[in-house]
């Protein structure tokens, strides 16, 4: 048995390849980024030709996994929470299906939005699809789980959810391996093909069945080694406490809780430990890293006082959670904190130096001066910093690809000169079927798509954009190819670029306009490695 330090998410990776995965799908989202680069630095991975190339967007990737389950092997999909959104009809979906190999979907939340639009729960998914979903409280349990949670979905024939926060995910600790290996699954069929056919009559089918195993997956979670029950004389309170959060209960007591306490890894919620608790406690805390899942259902519509949590003010209801935040709902007595150092000073995110979208920035705000009303709808990516000082360019960001779509419905309201300005990556995300529309109705907008050949946000890794594919996807689309320009955002090029977005501006139809220019950060590794 060997010992390694790991990150949460390395150690769900490295447990998925000990136990036969043949298959990681994913698109690069954080916190959730380092699973798929643990596979694609693997030497076993890539003895062993797993697939590990990252997808164009979380649906895809999903439905990649699904694919791999199809066909019998182990799969694992990986996205960040927000891109369960953008998976969510074949995730719901895959429950109504079920799965044949086994199928692990892990989504890392993202708590107090360290690089992200929202705070979502990935558990009201799970709850939503009626699908299992574990929870790890530690990196070593992010890896036992792991082969578990195969077995599980295996066992019951469909996906399991996979749910991790961003300090789970991104902290290290020692992880003891397992001396068993298990072998990739052979290659089968479905042993009944027809249940993937979502025809109506056959989707009330499955839909009764998965109905039906709910009673199973309560069952498995009543037994599960996750989950376990810590009796303690003081019934004042009694503690549920979820994944992660389990840790901070316990630094918050100095591993000497003096109540009874719920650990909670796995659902739906075990039942007999659930009412036991009720039962011999006067009130409950509950305490979940992220939304208020489980105190909201354990609340219910008539807001029963005996529950605590985020939801009744105890805990804040934003934000991470933390040992301190738990001694003060507590009222234990609370260490100093020693002041801020007056050699501190706030330094907010910026474009990197020599960053090509500070060129196309700096091109676009200065044809925008001969157009009032223009406004930019920006997306995600390095560049919606564009919104930050000195740019102030961008007057939205919504999600992936809304861009493209805002900008068109801004122009549908009748605002002149609307702008989009989305990065290649996400273009080929979800950008795509937004001009799309704008090219079927020659609406009155200007794309700009800021090419760095990258996904720069998270890393650096591939775009499905790079190499100059995306001249070739516009025109595929149907933009006229007289409206297609290339521009190279540097400094020298300033007054051309300014020229070629103006006339953009003007035209009475769509416009797209390329700003080609690699990353610095890429070009540095690439320089460095030559």
């Given at each position: 048995?060997s010992?390694?330090?790991l990150l949460?998410d390395?150690?769900?990776?490295q447990a998925?390849l000990?136990?036969?995965?043949s298959?990681?799908?994913?698109?690069?989202?954080?916190?959730?980024?380092?699973i798929?680069?643990?596979?694609?630095?693997?030497?076993?991975?890539a003895r062993?030709?797993?697939?590990r190339s990252?997808?164009?967007n979380?649906k895809?990737?999903m439905?990649?996994a699904?694919g791999?389950?199809y066909?019998?092997k182990r799969?694992?999909?990986?996205?960040?929470h927000?891109?369960?959104?953008?998976a969510?009809d074949a995730?719901v979906?895959?429950?109504?299906?079920?799965?044949h190999?086994?199928?692990?979907?892990a989504?890392?939340?993202?708590p107090s939005?360290?690089s992200s639009?929202n705070e979502?729960?990935s558990r009201?998914?799970?709850?939503?699809?009626?699908?299992?979903c574990?929870?790890?409280s530690?990196?070593?349990?992010?890896?036992?789980?792991?082969?578990?949670?195969f077995e599980l979905?295996e066992?019951?024939r469909?996906p399991?959810l996979?749910?991790?926060?961003?300090?789970?995910?991104?902290?290290r600790?020692?992880?003891?391996?397992s001396?068993?290996?298990?072998?990739?699954?052979?290659?089968?069929?479905?042993e009944d093909?027809?249940?993937?056919?979502?025809l109506?009559?056959?989707?009330r089918?499955n839909y009764?069945?998965?109905?039906d195993?709910q009673?199973?997956?309560?069952?498995a979670?009543a037994?599960?080694?996750f989950?376990?029950?810590?009796?303690?004389?003081?019934k004042?309170y009694g503690i549920?406490?979820?994944?992660?959060?389990y840790?901070?209960?316990q630094?918050?007591?100095a591993?000497?809780c003096p109540?009874?306490l719920l650990?909670?890894?796995?659902?739906p919620?075990?039942?007999?430990?659930?009412q036991?608790l009720f039962?011999?406690?006067e009130?409950i805390?509950?305490v979940?890293?992220?939304?208020?899942f489980i105190?909201?259902?354990?609340r219910g519509?008539l807001?029963?006082p005996?529950?605590?949590?985020?939801?009744?003010g105890?805990l804040?209801?934003?934000?991470e959670?933390n040992p301190?935040?738990?001694?003060?709902a507590?009222?234990l007595?609370?260490?100093?904190i020693?002041p801020?150092s007056?050699?501190?000073r706030?330094?907010p995110p910026r474009?990197?130096?020599?960053c090509?979208?500070?060129?196309?920035?700096?091109?676009?705000?200065e044809a925008?001066?001969q157009?009032p009303?223009?406004?930019?709808?920006?997306?995600i990516?390095?560049?919606t910093?564009?919104?930050?000082?000195?740019?102030?360019?961008?007057?939205?960001?919504l999600?992936?690809g809304?861009?493209?779509s805002?900008?068109?419905?801004a122009?549908?309201?009748?605002?002149q000169?609307?702008?989009?300005?989305?990065g290649?990556?996400?273009?080929t995300?979800?950008?795509?079927?937004?001009?799309?529309d704008?090219?079927?109705?020659d609406?009155?907008?200007?794309?700009?798509?800021?090419?760095?050949d990258?996904?720069?946000?998270?890393?650096?890794q591939?775009?499905m954009?790079?190499?100059?594919?995306?001249d070739?996807?516009?025109?595929?689309?149907?933009v006229?190819?007289e409206?297609l320009?290339v521009?190279?955002?540097?400094?020298?090029?300033?007054r051309?670029n300014v020229?070629?977005?103006t006339e953009?501006l003007?035209?009475?139809?769509?416009s797209?306009?390329?700003?080609?220019?690699?990353?610095v950060?890429?070009l540095?590794?690439?320089?460095k490695?030559?």
């Amino acid at each position: 048995m060997s010992i390694r330090l790991l990150l949460g998410d390395e150690a769900l990776a490295q447990a998925a390849l000990d136990a036969g995965v043949s298959g990681c799908y994913a698109y690069p989202g954080t916190p959730s980024t380092e699973i798929m680069e643990y596979f694609q630095s693997s030497p076993e991975a890539a003895r062993r030709n797993v697939q590990r190339s990252w997808s164009s967007n979380e649906k895809v990737a999903m439905e990649e996994a699904l694919g791999m389950s199809y066909a019998g092997k182990r799969s694992l999909v990986c996205m960040k929470h927000v891109g369960l959104n953008v998976a969510a009809d074949a995730f719901v979906n895959s429950a109504i299906t079920g799965s044949h190999g086994g199928l692990l979907v892990a989504v890392a939340d993202d708590p107090s939005m360290h690089s992200s639009q929202n705070e979502q729960d990935s558990r009201f998914y799970a709850q939503f699809a009626m699908l299992p979903c574990l929870e790890p409280s530690s990196q070593q349990e992010a890896y036992d789980m792991v082969s578990y949670a195969f077995e599980l979905s295996e066992s019951q024939r469909v996906p399991v959810l996979f749910r991790l926060t961003t300090r789970l995910s991104h902290s290290r600790a020692n992880v003891r391996l397992s001396r068993e290996k298990s072998p990739e699954r052979e290659l089968s069929e479905p042993e009944d093909a027809r249940r993937f056919i979502l025809l109506p009559g056959i989707a009330r089918q499955n839909y009764a069945r998965l109905c039906d195993q709910q009673a199973d997956f309560a069952a498995a979670s009543a037994s599960s080694p996750f989950n376990c029950y810590i009796d303690a004389d003081d019934k004042r309170y009694g503690i549920i406490c979820c994944g992660l959060a389990y840790n901070y209960v316990q630094e918050a007591f100095a591993e000497q809780c003096p109540y009874p306490l719920l650990k909670v890894c796995q659902y739906p919620l075990p039942q007999a430990e659930l009412q036991k608790l009720f039962k011999e406690c006067e009130q409950i805390m509950v305490v979940e890293e992220g939304m208020p899942f489980i105190e909201q259902q354990l609340r219910g519509p008539l807001a029963n006082p005996r529950i605590k949590g985020r939801l009744s003010g105890d805990l804040p209801r934003v934000g991470e959670l933390n040992p301190r935040l738990l001694s003060q709902a507590f009222k234990l007595p609370l260490a100093q904190i020693a002041p801020e150092s007056e050699l501190l000073r706030q330094r907010p995110p910026r474009l990197c130096d020599g960053c090509p979208h500070t060129n196309t920035y700096e091109a676009l705000n200065e044809a925008r001066q001969q157009f009032p009303q223009a406004k930019v709808f920006g997306d995600i990516g390095c560049y919606t910093l564009g919104a930050l000082p000195p740019h102030k360019a961008i007057a939205s960001c919504l999600d992936m690809g809304a861009s493209i779509s805002m900008a068109k419905g801004a122009a549908d309201a009748g605002l002149q000169q609307a702008i989009a300005v989305i990065g290649d990556s996400t273009f080929t995300h979800s950008g795509m079927t937004g001009l799309l529309d704008a090219v079927w109705q020659d609406s009155p907008i200007t794309v700009i798509i800021v090419d760095n050949d990258t996904t720069g946000m998270t890393g650096g890794q591939d775009s499905m954009g790079s190499g100059g594919r995306l001249d070739d996807i516009c025109k595929g689309i149907g933009v006229n190819p007289e409206q297609l320009k290339v521009i190279v955002p540097l400094p020298k090029n300033h007054r051309e670029n300014v020229q070629t977005i103006t006339e953009a501006l003007a035209h009475q139809g769509l416009s797209v306009i390329i700003a080609r220019r690699e990353c610095v950060q890429t070009l540095r590794k690439k320089v460095k490695r030559a």
